[in-house]
Each structure stands twice: as structure tokens, then as C-alpha cells.
């Protein structure tokens, strides 16, 4: 059982920039393909980013593309989520997640096994 915990959200002005962090508690951690998502209040929980478990191949939301950048080390099963540019329309909270160990990456939440407690990004116009 993956145990994934999310930080680095807050508040921030728009064109700021922000890290998230996601922490996973096994070593399996290495071979899960990693996602990040997005919730913001009466809307459903939607795709951000997603990346390999190697690391090789990334997918990003047509939303961020060019401004978030998701990355990762499996030597310290530490994920993360830069976002530039930030927009209020960017306000949300935000959640990492896994999938099964050498599973593809996927965009789909349903597609994910494991999931953080979600971080919340406040973007102020």
C-alpha cells in the first residue's frame, strides 16, 4: 500500500509560481507511474500532469502546458508539480497520485490506485 502526502500549497498572487511535493511512503513507489489532479469546488476532480514511473514520458492538461512542469526522484520516492504563471482559474485543490507498479500512465483518475490527502492552491487576481 502506497502512501502518498502532498505540500507546498498556498496562497499566491497571479504570474506567481508554486512547488508541489509528494512524498510516497514505500520503496514500490519507484515503478508507479505518477499523476497529479486538480478539484476545485462544485467542479469535478480533473487531470493536471502525469509522468512515468521512469521518468521518460510526461503528459500535461492543454490548461498547463508549458507553465507546470512534473518531475520526480525515485531515490528519494518524492514527486513534484512546479507551476508557473499562475492563474486564479488555477485555484484548486490539488492531489498526487499512482498507479500500479509498471501500469502505464494514464489521465484518467479511475486509472489510479493511490492517493494523497490533496494540498490547497489559492490563486488571487
Known amino acids: 500500500q502506497v502512501q502518498l502526502v502532498e505540500t507546498g500549497g498556498g496562497l499566491v498572487q497571479a504570474g506567481g509560481s508554486l512547488r508541489l511535493s509528494c512524498a510516497a511512503s514505500?520503496?514500490?513507489?519507484?515503478?508507479?507511474?505518477m499523476g497529479w489532479f486538480r478539484q476545485a469546488p462544485g467542479k469535478e476532480r480533473e487531470f493536471v500532469a502525469a509522468i512515468s514511473w521512469r521518468g521518460r514520458t510526461t503528459y500535461y492538461a492543454d490548461s498547463v502546458k508549458g507553465r507546470f512542469t512534473i518531475s520526480r526522484d525515485n531515490t528519494l520516492n518524492t514527486g513534484w508539480l512546479q507551476m508557473n504563471s499562475l492563474k486564479p482559474e488555477d485555484t484548486a485543490v490539488y492531489y498526487c497520485?499512482?498507479?500500479?507498479?509498471?501500469?502505464?500512465?494514464?489521465?484518467?483518475?479511475?486509472?489510479?490506485?493511490?492517493w494523497g490527502q490533496g494540498t490547497q492552491v489559492t490563486v488571487s487576481s
Open positions: 497520485a499512482a498507479r500500479a507498479p509498471y501500469d502505464n500512465i494514464g489521465r484518467l483518475p479511475s486509472e489510479y490506485n493511490y
Open positions: 514505500e520503496r514500490t513507489y519507484t515503478y508507479c507511474p
